[in-house]
């Protein structure tokens, strides 16, 4: 189930709670804040008990998640740790800072990405999905591992004070660069998405694997969906995109199906869905790009000319996304020649019907 880089979270943690603490305390202050803002994924371990995948999924990052929760279990913990003396019994107000701070940081950091964080559960709204951050981002986890180890390292002294500021400086302003980042897809978006006929399509944008440089845009149509991709390297002109089909009077008709319309609120309705062996798949389109996805569902079976709900069975297909990562990486560099990119997909030449490039 992913979430985002447990790694990132621990470091995370460590420098924010490092940052806080008194310094003669700076090291237990490294420890406790990267078990403090690793803490909300522990919500994983009860829902394994489920052999639901929906429920998995779905329930995932949400109460542990809470803005509306979190900051009470911050209160309680630091009063308990305070009630029994020690560390936290001695600078009380920095250690309070370090619970509330650390545990706040998890999911605001998790929304960055595009998996879906429910910030104001209980309350019914969808998952926040930023998703100006891939799941793992070495840009912004090693200035904060690098932090972390001078931290442990100088102890007291003021160089490890000057660490911790400088790692959480790099990270934030990373933070910031990568919602820069997504503006800049979103307006070329909107421009190419226009010349297709396509400026009001539903489509979200993410940044492709490890980086913050290449992205993969994806809008609905009427029969499916169409995905493109954006150097803000070497991109230049209009954006090209891909179309596929889905198979859409099928997910009309299983879409008050409970399950299915679980999944589709948690993943703002961004599916694809297809006909297989009698079943009816649905596809997250966020994780992933055509045709390797993270998430897939056989959600329904043919009954007669309609469909009936199954329990729902999440696929583990073979994924080949491993083997794109060294032309990805060449993708950040290289503008594809129209030609490249298949028949149909250029916008100034992509038929008004969504001729799929299958």
């Not at 189930?1 to 008194?22: K, N, R």
Request: net charge neutral.
């Amino acid at each position: 189930m992913p979430v985002m880089d447990s790694l990132t979270h621990l470091f995370v943690g460590g420098a924010i709670a490092a940052a806080i603490a008194p310094p003669q305390h700076r090291r237990a202050a490294l420890l406790a804040g990267a078990a403090l803002n690793s803490l909300p994924d522990l919500d994983v371990l009860p829902l394994l008990l489920s052999d639901d995948p929906v429920v998995r999924m779905t329930w995932h990052r949400g109460a542990t998640h809470s803005l509306l929760v979190l900051p009470f279990m911050a209160w309680a913990l630091w009063a308990w740790f305070k009630q029994r003396g020690g560390r936290v019994a001695e600078a009380p107000r920095r250690w309070f800072w370090v619970f509330m701070v650390t545990l706040l940081a998890h999911p605001l950091l998790d929304a960055f990405t595009v998996y879906g964080t429910q910030l104001l559960w209980p309350l019914p709204l969808p998952p926040a999905m930023w998703s100006s951050l891939f799941i793992i981002d070495p840009a912004l986890t090693l200035p904060l591992l690098l932090a972390c180890v001078v931290a442990w390292l100088a102890r007291e002294r003021l160089l490890a004070q000057r660490a911790l500021s400088c790692g959480l400086a790099v990270a934030v302003a990373y933070l910031g660069w990568s919602l820069l980042a997504k503006t800049m897809i979103e307006r070329e978006a909107q421009r190419s998405l226009a010349m297709i006929g396509l400026e009001d399509a539903p489509r979200f944008s993410v940044p492709m694997p490890f980086n913050t440089l290449l992205w993969r845009v994806v809008a609905i149509t009427p029969d499916g969906f169409v995905e493109g991709e954006r150097s803000l390297v070497a991109d230049r002109g209009p954006m090209q995109f891909r179309a596929y089909r889905s198979d859409v009077p099928a997910l009309e008709a299983v879409r008050g199906f409970p399950a299915v319309a679980r999944l589709l609120w948690f993943n703002h309705h961004f599916v694809k869905a297809e006909a297989r062996d009698g079943e009816l798949v649905l596809s997250d389109l966020r994780m992933g790009a055509e045709p390797d996805y993270s998430f897939r569902f056989a959600v329904a079976a043919r009954d007669g000319g309609g469909w009936r709900a199954i329990p729902v069975e999440q696929l583990q297909w073979p994924w080949q996304a491993r083997r794109r990562l060294g032309a990805m990486w060449l993708r950040i560099w290289r503008q594809p020649e129209p030609a490249e990119c298949g028949a149909g997909c250029r916008p100034e030449t992509m038929s008004a019907d969504y001729m799929s490039s299958d």
